[in-house]
């Protein structure tokens, strides 16, 4: 890359604007970082970027004058637009193409595909990790839940710090109980024992802890040699099923574990930077489905704040005959229910090839919730007695994370 480019990000989140500024100068190019749309419009005008990524939500909030006064403003008209939403419907589609914008991606964003557009726009080779991989991070009910599959994948290893950030942020906690799960991970080469050294790294800096509250649930024997091998990771430990896990970490008095002058996360950001969670997800379509009127009152008051499209349903039957008048962006949904269950609700909705998520309500303990709900693929769940302040945490966590 013989040029030096020049990126420019406008976003509310000072997580996106930290990961692309971190991101884009590994590859050589300039990054300015913006957090309203008249200090983008300046530095537009004044710097010339090569290519601009704006969050949507800034558009709405301030109407569409930035793209409007660049559209205007020929020295700048022509450079390309990458637009971040946490929600994509036809008429924000239909806006975006009025105002040429090139590219419309959906929050949480994928690295990969942001890295790939950038490239594509600038018709400039950037060399990202491409190695299929999953990552998830999910906190339920006191334990932070990292899950790696497939593969390991350097981009997506660099995203896990902002993923724990943001959820750690959300639910208030800075110390938090953790578990790794690794399914189908092979680490032969070295390269991929890099990737999984910087993987575990990432989630001691960013849990606050000295290794002794996090468990890793694997059979890998490799794994266990290279824990051993680092000074650093010698209080991790290893499980083979999940069960162990949540036991030893119940067990643990974490407090205590951890150092008393490690007050704060390495590198904590503060996300609440926006007066109310509802600036995003007032179009959001919410269901709550429970047999017990109570909870989906409660429920319903809880989610108020978020100003979204709230539907509530007393069992699972009435919720997936009323699919057809409105699909939600998220379900919270019981499992034990009279007429349709909430597992026959799941494998209802997968047979309809529907994916949507979902955050389940529960009586059974913390173990077999986990263990049962994993088989269909399901990551968020609340345990009865239900704290009000989770439900709208679960909310934003599912429909506003970044990451």
């Known amino acids: 890359m013989n040029k030096r480019y020049k990126l420019l990000i406008l976003d509310s989140s000072e997580l996106i604007r930290s990961f692309v500024k971190e991101k884009f100068e590994q590859f050589g190019m300039e990054v300015l970082v913006c957090k309203d749309p008249f200090d983008a419009l300046i530095k537009m005008k004044n710097e010339i970027p090569d290519c601009v990524i704006i969050d949507y939500y800034l558009i709405e909030k301030n109407g569409t004058n930035i793209l409007n006064e660049k559209k205007d403003y020929k020295t700048v008209a022509d450079i390309p637009v990458i637009l971040l939403a946490a929600k994509i419907d036809i008429n924000t589609i239909k806006n975006a193409a009025k105002l040429k914008v090139n590219k419309f991606f959906e929050k949480p ?69 953790t578990i790794l799960m690794l399914n189908d991970i092979e680490i032969k080469s070295d390269k991929e024992k890099i990737k999984f050294k910087d993987m575990i790294n990432t989630i001691i800096d960013n849990t606050g802890g000295s290794g002794l509250n ?170 009865k007695p239900i704290d009000p302040g989770s439900f709208i945490n679960k909310a934003i966590e599912a429909l506003k994370s970044d990451f």
């Open 214 to 383: 996090i468990k890793i649930l694997t059979k890998s024997d490799i794994v266990k040699e290279l824990l051993a091998g680092f000074d650093k990771f010698k209080n991790i430990e290893t499980v083979d099923d999940i069960s162990k896990a949540i036991d030893n970490l119940d067990n643990a008095n974490v407090e205590e574990l951890i150092s008393q002058d490690n007050n704060t996360i390495k590198g904590m950001i503060d996300i609440n930077e926006s007066a109310s969670p509802g600036k995003i997800l007032n179009k959001a379509v919410i269901s709550i489905v429970d047999d017990d009127e109570f909870i989906r009152d409660l429920a319903e008051a809880a989610l108020m704040p978020l100003e979204a499209d709230i539907h509530k349903y007393a069992n699972g039957k009435l919720f997936i005959d009323d699919l057809k008048n409105h699909i939600p962006d998220l379900i919270f949904l019981d499992l034990m229910m009279p007429v349709m269950s909430g597992f026959d609700v799941l494998d209802k909705l997968k047979t309809l090839s529907y994916s949507i998520p979902t955050i389940i309500f529960s009586t059974m303990n913390q173990k077999d919730t986990i263990l049962k709900l994993m088989k269909y693929g399901v990551r968020n769940f609340i345990v």
């Open 109 to 177: 964003i994928k690295p990969d595909l942001l890295i790939k557009s950038v490239s594509e726009l600038l018709n400039v080779e950037i060399e990202g990790d491409t190695t299929p991989a999953i990552l998830e991070v999910n906190y339920n009910n006191g334990i932070l839940f990292i899950e790696s599959g497939l593969g390991l994948n350097s981009e997506k290893i660099e995203t896990l710090k902002f993923k724990i950030k943001e959820i750690l942020s959300i639910n208030n906690k800075s110390r938090p109980k």
